[in-house]
Structure formats: structure tokens, C-alpha cells
């Protein structure tokens, strides 16, 4: 297929494999839609190499004026430098889109990782955490509150690098109208699954299940909020569930204005303490009891990795409480091969010593020694 006109981009909101973007960025295929777009893999002509390119509709009687200004935010984005946040290439205007030129990553999101069920080490999940927050920071850093941090927008990728994704709600945020709390909920459903974790386009900004409430109660927020969403997405990453239990979205909002999270301890009685208590931090509903920048949060993340043994994934898939039957059983093996370690060294050294002076009482000794140590062996493992 050709070049896609100008006028034609007013009426398609899904492009085609082959499609030409200003006769430069040729479709490839649809990632997915994002918070404020579509976003496609495609092909940059002029340089060669695969990208990510996010197509954000504007409409309206303003469109021009909304245009130059999302641009003046995007100017903002490139200021961001850091290996751990997806990097901005370029942005155009093309009829009634504005497109945001990104580093295409061929990896798979934290969404996809926790609804398969995997259970992460403690030193993985220290890991990514460690990565986002350090990204966070950099955001901060820029002048930029990210607004949607969740765990589809951050992509981890083969060599275990994750990159923080999807600046369209915090370009966008500026030129969104707010308006009543009850009337932005009404048509969320409460389905946890990916295409169900919804954002009211154009009225409420970012993901609910990660808004602060500060934000559910004034549509205002610092960058306190996006510690508030780490929180979030490092509780999904350590119990694979949501910390809090709803029955629809004005419930959902309810809680997370006037309760507590459910403590992580509750579906992982072997989460370290330093984790669990800098998790339940993050989610504080009190904005000034949080970690105060996303770079603390990298840091105690930092710390904690530096400290964490190196541990082979093929011998143990995750650590367990020691009361746990798994690990009572593995403390009696380890156990039983030092028994047997000692022993043997005790025996060798006696041997050698008798060898000296009798080797037929040696032989006797042995034998009966042997006989004497198997019994004795037995009832002690028996009684363990």
C-alpha cells in the first residue's frame, strides 16, 4: 500500500501493514493502544532501523493551538537521558495527528510477565524496581510527572534491561479538562485484565487502579504520585494480585481514599520486612509520608540488591518461610551431608593411624565401626 494521505488520516484511527507515515515511517504492525493513541511498530525509511511510533489524534475547535502547545511538552521529553526509560527520537504533525517517534524495544511488558503467573525472585523484583525508579527519577528530573506508571508501560527486554514507556499522558496532561469525580468513574469496569485497566480519554489522567488519591480527591498531583503508582506496580510484582479488594470503580476509588492497602504479608509471608515497609511507604495515602523523590526509592532499592547473595535460579525458584515443608525437608539434607562429611573424615584419619601398627585390626575395626555408625545413622535421622 502507498503513502496515506493527509486528508485520509481524519477518518482512520487503525493504520495497515505497509502504510507510509509522511512518506517516511512505514507500518510494520499494531503494538497497541495507548493511553492518549495507537502506537505501531514501523519502519524509519530514512535511517534504517526499527521504531515505535505513537500517533496522538487531536480534534476540536482548538486543534492548531493544541498542537503547538503538546509540542512544547514534547520539547520538555527530550531532555530525558537515561538507559532506563524509552528514548524520544522525534515528533511531527501530520493532518489531525501529532506523532511521537520512540525506541522501539522487543520485549515483553510487567503486565504480561505477572499474568503469567511467574513467581520473581526477591533479587529480580529489587532489580526491575531498582531500574524503574532510577528511570522515574530522570523523568523528575526533566520536569515531567510521568502520570500513568503501571505495569504495561514498562517494558522489560531480553537482557533483562526495563524501560519505562508511554509519555502520552504526561505531554497530554496540560490540555485536559477535568471534571467531577463520580461522573469520571461511572463507565470504568472493574475487570483487572489488560484491556479492561482502562483511562477516561481526555478527563481522567492515567490509569486509575495507580491514581494517588490525592488526585481521585483533586485532580492535581506532583510527582508524589508516580512514587504512589511505583508502590502499586512493586506490590503487583511481589504478590501477582492488586492491593486492594473492590466491587466496582467508586468502590475502588472509596478505598484508596479511605483505607489501607492490603499488607503484602498477606499473600507473601516471606517478603523481607525492608521491602514490605518501603512498598506500604510508597502507598501511604498521606502524599508528605511517602518516599519524598523517586531517587530515595532507588536508592533503598540499590542498597538491598547490593546485599542480596547471588543465587543460582535452577537450584531455588524462590526463597520460602523457614516453617515452610519444602525448606524443613531441604535443612535435613543439608544436615545429613555434613553428618556424613564428618564421619568420613574421622574414619579416613583413624584408619591411616591403625594402619601404622596392625592392618588386620584395621580391617576388623573398620568393619565393625561401619556396622556400629549405620545403625547409630539410622535411629538418628529417624528422631529429626
Known amino acids: 500500500m502507498g503513502p496515506v494521505s493527509e486528508q485520509s488520516a481524519y477518518v482512520m484511527s487503525v493504520f495497515k501493514a505497509d502504510d507510509l507515515i509522511i512518506n517516511r515511517y512505514q507500518i510494520i504492525k499494531t503494538l497497541g493502544r495507548g493511553t492518549s493513541g495507537m502506537v505501531y511498530q514501523a519502519k524509519d525509511l530514512q535511517v534504517g532501523r526499527d521504531i515505535a511510533l505513537k500517533l496522538i489524534f487531536i480534534d476540536g475547535p482548538h486543534q492548531e493551538t493544541t498542537k503547538q502547545r503538546l509540542h512544547q511538552e514534547i520539547r520538555i521529553a527530550f531532555k530525558i537521558d537515561s538507559d532506563y526509560v524509552i528514548k524520544l527520537y522525534d515528533c511531527f504533525t501530520w493532518g489531525c495527528y501529532v506523532g511521537l517517534v520512540l525506541e522501539y524495544v522487543d520485549g515483553t511488558s510487567l503486565f504480561d510477565i505477572t499474568q503469567s503467573k511467574k513467581t520473581l525472585t526477591w533479587r529480580e523484583i529489587t532489580s526491575v524496581g531498582r531500574q524503574v525508579a532510577l528511570g522515574l527519577h530522570a523523568i523528575h528530573q526533566a520536569g515531567i510527572v510521568h502520570r500513568d506508571i503501571k505495569l504495561e508501560n514498562v517494558l522489560l527486554n531480553s537482557n533483562g534491561i526495563a524501560k519505562i514507556t508511554d509519555f502520552g499522558v504526561s505531554i497530554r496532561e496540560t490540555m485536559l479538562e477535568p471534571q467531577s469525580q463520580d461522573e469520571s468513574i461511572q463507565n470504568h469496569s472493574p475487570d483487572m485484565k489488560a484491556n479492561h485497566r ?40 511481589v504478590t501477582n494480585r492488586y492491593p486492594f479488594d473492590y466491587s466496582n470503580m467508586p468502590d ?94 574421622l574414619l579416613i584419619l583413624l584408619l591411616l593411624a591403625l594402619s601404622l601398627f596392625r592392618w588386620d585390626l584395621v580391617v576388623m575395626i573398620f568393619y565393625q565401626v561401619l556396622t556400629t555408625l549405620s545403625i547409630t545413622i539410622d535411629k538418628l535421622f529417624y528422631y529429626l
Not at 498531583?221 to 511505583?230: H, T
Not at 515497609?277 to 502507598?283: F, K
Open 198 to 237: 482502562l483511562t477516561e480519554d481526555g478527563r481522567v489522567v492515567g490509569t486509575i487502579h495507580y491514581l494517588s488519591p490525592e488526585y481521585l480527591k483533586t485532580q492535581k498531583c506532583d510527582s508524589r504520585g508516580d512514587i504512589y503508582a511505583l508502590g502499586i506496580l512493586l506490590y503487583e510484582l
Open 252 to 345: 475502588l476509588v472509596r478505598k484508596k481514599i479511605e483505607e489501607e492497602p492490603l499488607s503484602l504479608l498477606e499473600f507473601r509471608e516471606d517478603c523481607p520486612n525492608w521491602l514490605h515497609d518501603l512498598i506500604m511507604r510508597c502507598m501511604d495515602k498521606n502524599p508528605a509520608k511517602r518516599p519524598p523523590s523517586a531517587e530515595s526509592v532507588y536508592k533503598a532499592l540499590a542498597g538491598a540488591l547490593s546485599h542480596q547473595p547471588q543465587l543460582n535460579p535452577n537450584v531455588r525458584k524462590k526463597r520460602l518461610n523457614k516453617f515452610h515443608p519444602e525448606l524443613i525437608k531441604l535443612r535435613r539434607q543439608r544436615k545429613r551431608v555434613r553428618i556424613y562429611r564428618t564421619v568420613g573424615t
